[in-house]
């Protein structure tokens, strides 16, 4: 849903629009679950994780900026905030991406979360090297639809790919909880939980 296309816009600009929304009510609720204590409600099973609250912020910054996309841009501020967001989810990506690869700490996901507590042997409340990764792909595809100066139709065919491999990632995903065999549960690698996936597959789309 590029915003630099002509005018069959208005119907594919309520669909960035209607997906930023769905995103962020999606993130807003984990968000939520955490500050009242039941996180686990929304993991939609006692065995699996649920969203981590760095998560939720993340997407909601970036369902935040699709929406600002996807409103007419009569507001100059509206693209700037929108790549301000845009850049400070990347930014969380890159993070968290160096801190599974080094094994350092993370001081503000414990601050965000306050539990060390486990599910399965798995952390709660700490961020999966995928979804820091489909983040930081979200990020970029947001960033090259609204930049200035990657109007061009090869930095918008790279935002759509970035796009279709955050939608088709999360959907794999999803239908690894739908089948009973979420990915990485197994392992020592931190999984996606269930709602981080369906948030991904929402945002990949509303910014195809």
């Not at 979360?113 to 930081?136: E, F, H």
């Not at 960033?143 to 061009?152: E, V």
């Not at 065919?157 to 990485?184: E, K, Q, R």
């Amino acid at each position: 849903m590029n915003p630099s296309l002509p005018s069959t816009a208005p119907a594919i600009r309520r669909g960035g629009l209607s997906c930023a929304i769905a995103v962020g009510g999606v993130a807003l609720s984990s968000w939520l679950s955490w500050g009242l204590g039941q996180s686990q409600a929304l993991a939609f099973g006692a065995t699996y994780v649920p969203m981590a609250p760095l998560t939720a912020l993340s997407l909601i910054l970036l369902s935040v900026g699709l929406a600002f996309r996807s409103r007419p841009m009569s507001l100059r501020a509206l693209p700037l905030i929108a790549l301000i967001a845009a850049g400070a989810v990347g930014l969380t990506g890159v993070l968290v991406l160096a801190q599974h690869t080094w094994d350092l700490p993370s001081p503000l996901e414990f601050w965000l979360s306050r539990t060390t507590d486990t599910v399965a042997g798995i952390p709660l409340g700490r961020m999966a090297p995928s979804t820091a990764s489909l983040l930081l792909a979200a990020a970029a595809a947001l960033g090259l639809q609204l930049a200035p100066g990657t109007s061009r139709r090869g930095w918008q065919h790279l935002a759509g790919g970035l796009a279709l491999a955050v939608l088709l990632t999360s959907l794999v995903v999803v239908l690894g909880y739908a089948s009973g065999t979420p990915l990485f549960y197994d392992s020592r690698t931190i999984p996606m939980a269930l709602t981080t996936a369906v948030a991904f597959c929402l945002l990949g789309t509303g910014l195809l």
